[in-house]
Structures are given as C-alpha cells and as structure tokens.
C-alpha cells in the first residue's frame, strides 16, 4: 500500500514537465513564425522599392532631353536633368537624375570609326511604403556622328 502512495505525486510532476515542455515548443514556433513574417514584410518592401526605382529609370530614359548629341563640342555643358516619377497604379514616387559622362570612342566597329558615344548615366531612387529605399543606377551610350573626343 505504501507504495502506491508514493508514486501518485510523480505522474502529476511528469505530466508538468510534458505541459512545460510542450509550452516552450510553442512559444517557439509562434517566435519564428513571426520572424520569418518579418523577413517576408521587409523583402516585399525592398522590392516594391527596386521596382519603383526601375519605373523611374525607364520614365526618365524615355523623356531625357540628351542636348549633348545636338552640340558634340566637348566644351559645352550638359546640366543633369531630374525627374520625379508618380506609378499609376499604386501612387508611389522615384526621383531620377540623367547625367552626361563623357564622350568615348565607340568600340568594334571599324565602318563608322570618327563616330563617339556620349554616355548618359541614369540613377533612381525608389521608396516603398514602408520607408524601404532602392537606387539603381544604369548607362546608356547615344552615338554621334561626330567625334567629340577630340
């Protein structure tokens, strides 16, 4: 009979620690679900912003106004243009600047040898709506009829 007594208490211990332990992976799991959301949120937003940068690239390449190809004389100044850059559908902004960065020999073509390439350097700036920013930058090389190397 004493014996019976005596193991009575444990199962409720062990049932304890079962309960214990079964909290804890619990907690657990809720902790890295709610992580791993975070990462979902923050990479969406990261690349809202990455497209709305690109929006902002294609739009300004578009509507640039590349007077540089006008005037090949490599004395005269191009003033870099910006742009602000409204997506239709979700109203988000990239502001956008076109810079001249010089002029250079076309390369690999031996035909048209005196044409030069002024190049043009584009770079966007895209915010999400989680205050999320992406720049990107791209180039563009716009021949010449006349070599403004010289």
Do not use: W
């Not at 007594?5 to 657990?28: A, F, K, P, W």
């Amino acid at each position: 009979m004493q014996l019976k007594n005596q193991q009575q208490g444990i199962v409720l211990v062990i049932c304890l620690v079962m309960l214990m332990v079964l909290t804890i992976m619990g907690v657990s799991s809720m902790s890295n679900t709610t992580l791993q959301l975070q990462i979902a949120r923050n990479t969406q937003e990261q690349n809202t912003a990455f497209q709305t940068a690109e929006a902002g690239i294609r739009n300004a390449k578009e509507i640039a106004d590349y007077t540089a190809l006008r005037n090949p004389d490599p004395n005269v100044t191009y003033v870099p243009q910006s742009f602000n850059y409204v997506m239709p559908v979700s109203g988000l902004t990239a502001t956008a600047t076109t810079s001249h960065m010089g002029c250079t020999r076309r390369f690999g073509n031996s035909i048209d040898r005196a044409a030069s390439q002024n190049v043009f350097v584009t770079e966007a700036t895209g915010l999400s709506p989680g205050g999320s920013r992406s720049t990107v930058v791209s180039a563009v090389g716009k021949t010449t009829p006349v070599d403004c190397t010289k």
